[in-house]
């Protein structure tokens, strides 16, 4: 069943189409706005209204290593008896970068989308990255574990390690994730495995941080020593010999802060 009818006007956002095409779908699915958009990405969702606004704004979320989670508009949607979405093209692509991590969204039904014959993705995006590759989920869960959404980067990493168990930047992720979340065992696990098979200055310090908080000062020296091998910043140096002097007085291991009061004052390591 083709319906035209005239757009509702919006307070919001003002679309000019000249001739507005709307499809109706006979079994009406209920949207529930109950997803995080965090967890929505790569899907079709609507975005829920806004005040007394008659229409739904539908789209496609994807992530953007240099802006994060972007929806991109695809048209409206309205319910009077009957779902309506709108199918005019438009010469336009209007993205919106999300910025509220608490925003609820709704996942379009696949009914709709069948209905509708929506695309796997816009194709005003053209080519994005594949969520599939280990570079695709060690970005998302970046920046997931930099906006302090860990618990969401978790089950990401994890599916992707699955298929690439030695990706470093999925291990190094996943065990900043777990010590975000305080998951200090599991951090150590992880970051065990990353200091095999691709140390790095990142991920010593990493571990050393997990092992400070599960009481283990002399592993968590050892992480610290390997991470500073290669390291050739005095001034950051300096700054975490001046934490680790502060940590090991708070311990009372008066011997180990002694050592790190001249690292934090020369800015070079001695040996352990």
């Excluded at 006007?9 to 995080?36: D, E, G, I, R, Y």
């Excluded at 696949?110 to 005003?124: D, G, N, T, V, W």
């Excluded at 990706?167 to 970051?191: D, P, Q, S």
Aim: hydrophobic share 40%.
């Amino acid at each position: 069943m083709i319906q035209s009818i005239v757009p509702p006007k919006s307070n919001a956002l003002v679309f000019l189409w000249p001739c507005l095409a709307l499809t109706a779908v006979q079994k009406q699915p209920n949207l529930t706005f109950q997803t995080n958009f965090l967890s929505a990405v790569n899907h079709w969702v609507v975005l829920p209204k806004n005040g007394s606004e008659q229409h739904y704004l539908y789209g496609y979320l994807h992530f953007d290593p240099a802006k994060g989670i972007v929806f991109c508009l695809e048209n409206t949607l309205t319910f009077d008896g009957v779902w309506k979405l709108n199918r005019e093209p438009k010469s336009y692509v209007l993205q919106k970068t999300m910025q509220d991590p608490s925003m609820k969204v709704a996942l379009l039904p696949k009914s709709i989308q069948r209905a509708f014959h929506l695309p796997e993705k816009p194709a005003a995006l053209g080519a994005i990255p594949s969520p599939k590759t280990a570079d695709y989920a060690s970005q998302l869960g970046y920046y997931l574990n930099q906006i302090e959404q860990s618990s969401l980067a978790v089950p990401l990493l994890k599916k992707a390690l699955k298929k690439n168990p030695n990706h470093a930047e999925l291990l190094f992720e996943l065990g900043y994730a777990y010590n975000a979340m305080a998951r200090y065992t599991k951090a150590i696990r992880v970051l065990e495995i990353l200091a095999k098979v691709a140390p790095s200055q990142k991920g010593w310090q990493e571990l050393g941080y997990a092992y400070l908080e599960t009481k283990k000062p002399m592993q968590a020296e050892h992480c610290y020593f390997e991470a500073f091998k290669s390291c050739q910043n005095k001034a950051e140096i300096q700054k975490i010999g001046q934490e680790m002097q502060a940590v090991f007085i708070k311990m009372g291991a008066f011997s180990l802060a002694n050592k790190w009061e001249k690292i934090a004052k020369t800015g070079k390591i001695t040996a352990q």
